[in-house]
């Protein structure tokens, strides 16, 4: 039951409906809507089941007019098939409705649909042209109205209604005024006097706006034309004229063209320029004014350094009656230009600089500056070379110059210092300025001799006062500071003297204090003193002093100077002695005392039996010391002959009576120095029988007379003969040692002399005396050879000299108080080339 009656219900309620609306159906839709567009469901309106629609062949009835709206056959819906314009449809009527008639068959039954097309805001205000033109007196007073038109709008309702804007203008407003009887009216209303010269046309932008939602906007241009009076002076289209100009800017340039106006016509509009006043007043001649273009040429020189800036009036004058003027300022503004290079000065100069000044002590102040602007003008500044002084700024355009570095006047004792100063321009200038800085000197340095150790050779006998050598100490300080002094250090060094004393340095020997020079006090004697060694003290005259010190050893070289001495008999009883008259030795040199000796000899002595021995001495050493003997008298062939380096007195054959009883000898005895000096012995050898030369020679050896008697006895004469060929053999021994080091001291003499070396190179070595010998030779050892360095820097080696021993001070203390002695030489000294200091004398 509930199925059945469920359309039954539904048709009497759609009945019911139909009754009340009067059987219409209402729908709205906005115009402008696109096709395909919903506009109501048609067929549930009407009632209709799904199906029916098309079943029933539901569709409008076209009244003559295109409805632009149709009915789906499938849903039944109305939808939008063109374009629905409300302004074509229906005007300025409003509403808008569309009156639609809808058919169904089966059974066939009309329907009235009403379709209302509702307004949207889609046509903007129009006026009636774009532009309007409007010519106005310029006497026209204010508060004057001038009517215009204004503008429709197709739209209806809010769409439609229209308000009026006038773009900005101080001379003209708009009056809209509306009233329900008439249409609206619009008018232009003149708020200030117009000037045609001033603004000879005005061109305004009329716009009116709808009320929609968005606003829609139409305009209309209004050109309004001023007419002229006659009533203007001239005028400048700038009051001020400003100009920039380089300095370098050349002659006959075009510096500004000034314009004037004046808006009246004729003669009243021609105009002359002048060129009232410049400032500064030389200006004039630098500008050129066209009296009728008003261009404005430069005719001289521009320095920005000399003038910044000019100003120039202008004015321009019109030919009306009285003429009228105008007047105008042109401002050139002078550039810079890089053509001024920088500038330095020394302000302040503090030298000389002491050399121990302290590290950013200010040696100078200077100012730099550059007359140029800008970039051009500032300057960068550096100091050559950068060491040891710096440039430190103090404030804009000072500088300080200040050390950096410490200084030593000994390496460098002057600066030529170079301040560079460059600017920014482009291309940069440059300049720079010269500084001499010279240090002056502080006591800095102590002398320094070259030498820690001198070596001086000096010969014996020198005359007092006579120059040894000359010591030389460096300071390289200069004036007082190195200014040295020379002294012997006292109480230091001395020289042991014969007999075992010391003696000061001091007693023999002094320095001149300013030369260095060391001279004798007195003739030295090598016999008293062999070597000194003393030290020599340098002192500058500084504040405070400083000293150097160096040891010199001072060897005395001996020269021959004593003759030999005959010793006495060896006990010292009569017979031959040193005692006797002087006379002149044979030979070269000079001669000493001579001596008588006695002697017996057996008749018939064989050759090479000793008679008698002479024994000498010399004080002189070496060379001076070493003796030799020879057979004076008798010369040629006699019975006897002296050994020459023994001083034995033998036969040299046997004796005969012929040979007579008594032989007289006489025998020279000389050294080998230059030149020789000798000595002479007498000796009587008397010739007797064997027992009586055995009696002679007892008394002899109990009286102690240094004779020996030749023996009677077979016996004896062998026993002689083996004792004479045992000293030969010692002598030659001895000779042939004395000549192996004489060959190896001239070895090491040439040695000496060509090889390269400085200061002395030969080491110490333990002293030998030089002495006569039992059987009168000599001999030396550890001989060592020394270079003598003279003024020209060469090595002497004509002298040999022998190292002697060092004893020591007299007195209980001497080992306490005196320190050993040096070597000769320090052997750790630098190479270097010996100074003028030596000289031999």
């Given amino acids: 039951m509930g199925v059945c009656w469920g359309p039954v219900v539904r048709v009497l309620v759609l009945q019911a409906a139909w009754a009340l609306g009067g059987g219409q159906v209402r729908y709205s839709v906005p115009e402008e809507a696109k096709a395909g567009t919903v506009v109501g469901r048609l067929a549930q309106d009407l009632g209709l089941e799904a199906g029916e629609p098309e079943a029933r062949r539901l569709r409008l009835v076209a009244q003559g007019r295109r409805a632009s709206v149709e009915v789906s056959g499938a849903s039944g819906a109305l939808v939008v098939s063109s374009r629905l314009d409300r302004e074509e449809l229906c005007g300025k009527s409003a509403p808008c409705a569309l009156r639609l008639e809808v058919l169904v068959e089966r059974p066939l039954r009309v329907f009235h649909v009403e379709l209302e097309v509702t307004d949207i805001n889609d046509n903007a205000p129009l006026f009636p042209a774009a532009r309007k033109n409007l010519s106005l007196s310029e006497n026209s007073p204010p508060g004057s109205r001038f009517p215009l038109e204004g503008a429709s709008d197709a739209d209806v309702g809010a769409n439609a209604q229209l308000s009026y804007t006038l773009s900005p203008s101080e001379h003209f407003s708009l009056d809209l005024q509306r009233s329900e009887e008439y249409r609206e009216s619009l008018f232009l209303v003149l708020r200030r006097p117009l000037d045609r010269e001033t603004m000879p046309e005005h061109r305004l932008m009329l716009t009116a706006s709808d009320g929609g939602r968005p606003s829609l906007t139409g305009t209309m241009e209004l050109v309004i034309s001023v007419l002229d009076a006659n009533d203007n002076a001239p005028q400048f289209n700038q009051s001020v004229y400003k100009v920039q100009l380089l300095e370098s800017t050349a002659e006959g340039t075009l510096v500004a063209q000034v314009n004037a106006t004046d808006p009246d016509v004729g003669s009243n509009g021609e105009m002359t320029f002048t060129a009232s006043n410049t400032f500064p007043a030389h200006g004039l001649n630098l500008f050129l004014l066209d009296p009728k273009t008003g261009e404005i040429r430069l005719t001289g020189t521009l320095d920005f350094e000399d003038v910044r800036s000019y100003e120039i009036q202008i004015e321009a004058t019109d030919k009306g009656t009285p003429p009228l003027s105008g007047h105008c300022k042109v401002l050139v503004e002078v550039l810079d230009v890089n053509d001024n290079a920088p500038e330095v000065w020394v302000t302040s100069l503090s030298v000389p600089v002491p050399e121990d000044a302290a590290v950013g002590t200010v040696v100078a102040l200077l100012s730099v500056s550059d007359r140029d602007s800008g970039a051009n003008g500032r300057v960068r500044c550096a100091v050559w070379p950068a060491a040891p002084f710096g440039l430190v700024a103090t404030f804009a355009g000072s500088y300080s110059l200040v050390l950096r570095e410490a200084l030593d006047r000994e390496r460098v004792s002057e600066y030529e210092v170079e301040v560079r100063a460059e600017d920014g321009g482009a291309p940069a200038l440059r300049a720079s300025r010269g500084l001499r800085v010279p240090v002056s000197d502080v006591n800095d340095n102590a002398p320094a001799f070259a030498q820690a150790v001198y070596t001086v050779l000096a010969r014996e006998n020198n005359a007092a006062g006579a120059e040894l050598a000359r010591l030389w100490a460096r300071d390289p300080d200069e004036a007082g ?17 014969a007999g075992g004393g010391w003696r000061a340095a001091s007693s023999y020997v002094s320095v001149d204090a300013e030369s260095g020079r060391l001279r004798a006090l007195q003739p030295l004697d090598y016999e008293e003193v062999q070597v000194l060694q003393f030290e020599v003290r340098a002192v500058d005259a500084g504040e405070p002093p400083l000293c150097g010190n160096a040891t010199v050893q001072l060897f005395v070289v001996d020269e021959n100077d004593n003759a030999p001495a005959l010793l006495p008999p060896a006990g010292g009883g009569p017979g031959g002695g040193a005692a006797g008259s002087a006379a002149s030795g044979p030979g070269s040199g ?160 040439g040695a000496s002399r060509w090889a390269p070396r400085a200061a002395v190179l030969s080491g110490p070595g333990p002293a030998t005396l030089v002495c006569a010998s039992e059987v009168g030779s000599w001999s030396y050892s550890q001989r060592q050879s020394r270079s003598l360095c003279v003024a020209e820097g060469a090595g002497k080696s004509d002298l040999m000299v022998f190292s002697p021993n060092f004893p020591p001070p007299p007195g209980p203390a001497a080992k306490e108080t005196q320190p050993e002695p040096p070597a000769l030489v320090d052997t750790n000294l630098r190479r270097e080339r010996c100074p003028p200091q030596w000289e031999l004398v």
């Fill in 481 to 497: 500071n190195g200014r040295v002094s020379y002294s012997v250090a006292e109480g230091v060094g001395g020289g042991a003297v």
């Fill in 590 to 749: 000079s001669g000493s005392g001579s001596g008588a000796l006695w002697a017996w000899a057996a008749w018939g002595a064989p050759a090479g039996q000793v008679v008698a021995k002479i024994r000498a001495v010399d004080a002189d050493s070496g060379y001076n010391a070493w003796l030799r003997y020879e057979l004076w008298e008798p010369r040629g062939k006699g019975p006897f002959r002296v050994g020459l380096y023994s001083g034995e007195v033998s036969t040299a054959r046997a004796l005969e009576e012929a040979d007579g009883p008594r032989q007289r000898l006489v025998i020279v005895v000389r050294d080998h120095g230059e030149p020789a000096r000798s000595a002479t012995a007498t000796l009587s050898v008397s010739l007797v029988e064997g027992a009586e030369a055995a009696l002679a020679a007892a008394g002899s050896s109990s009286s102690g007379a240094g004779l020996r008697p030749a023996a009677g006895a077979e016996g004896g004469a062998a026993a002689a003969a083996a004792a004479a060929a045992a000293t030969n053999v010692w002598l030659v021994v001895a000779i042939c040692a004395v000549s192996s080091l004489f060959l190896l001291a001239v070895v090491l003499y």
